[in-house]
């Protein structure tokens, strides 16, 4: 086992920790749990570092296979977007770094926001465009795409060498094996949980992050970006 493998097999094992930890805090110890999962607590900075680490490497790989010729351009610049988007992800997660810096919302976001806080993935907009909280159009389709992304791609890649071909074309990092029986482990388990506190977006959305942000670094087709 090489030292990055190493380094992946403890980071799985402590993310693992954490959602077990939480899932039984919130039967027993809620101030575990509130430690873990409120807001500015450690979840949010890990979903924070995760977003930012994912984003920094795809916008690197844009770069490093910016001259390769035989990249198409849709794949190169896709990689650059993506980067882009993961770090105001990042950004959206901190809201903009609101509560360590101090400033205030503008008026837009404290009639539209849940908490008054300055980011687009909780608002309200019930009275606005008519569709309800952000925040749970943010979490199910986050639930979606990891499940797609995580269990379903790498079940269909296994089995369809034309559908590897196109997804190396495009320069996507796809899960090893380790990344998609942990998030399926984790994903299942929370879910089946009943967390007595809150609901259980919070530990599902850093399951998926922190994951994510491990594919992006040590992805099984990491062979693409030489």
Request: proline share 3%.
């Amino acid at each position: 086992m090489n030292l990055t493998n190493m380094l992946e097999s403890i980071a799985l094992t402590l993310i693992s920790t954490m959602i077990i930890i939480g899932v039984i805090s919130s039967y027993i110890s809620p101030e575990t749990y509130y430690w873990l999962y409120a807001e500015d607590r450690l979840a949010e900075w890990i979903d924070f570092y995760s977003f930012l680490i994912a984003g920094l490497f795809f916008i690197w790989r844009f770069f490093h296979i910016y001259q390769n010729k035989n990249a198409h351009k849709v794949s190169k610049y896709s990689l650059l977007l993506c980067g882009i988007l993961l770090i105001f992800f990042a950004g959206e997660e901190i809201s903009w770094g609101q509560r360590i810096i101090g400033f205030e919302s503008s008026t837009f976001f404290k009639q539209y926001h849940c908490h008054q806080y300055t980011n687009f993935h909780c608002l309200y907009l019930g009275g606005f465009l008519g569709i309800g909280n952000t925040g749970d159009w943010f979490n199910v389709s986050m639930n979606f795409i990891s499940i797609l992304y995580l269990i379903i791609l790498p079940i269909v890649l296994k089995y369809s060498q034309k559908a590897e071909n196109f997804i190396n074309c495009t320069y996507l990092p796809t899960p090893k094996t380790n990344h998609s029986v942990v998030f399926t482990f984790l994903f299942i388990l929370t879910c089946i949980s009943k967390i007595t506190i809150w609901d259980n977006s919070e530990p599902l959305q850093v399951i998926a992050t922190f994951i994510f942000c491990l594919v992006t670094i040590n992805p099984k087709n990491k062979h693409i970006y030489k």
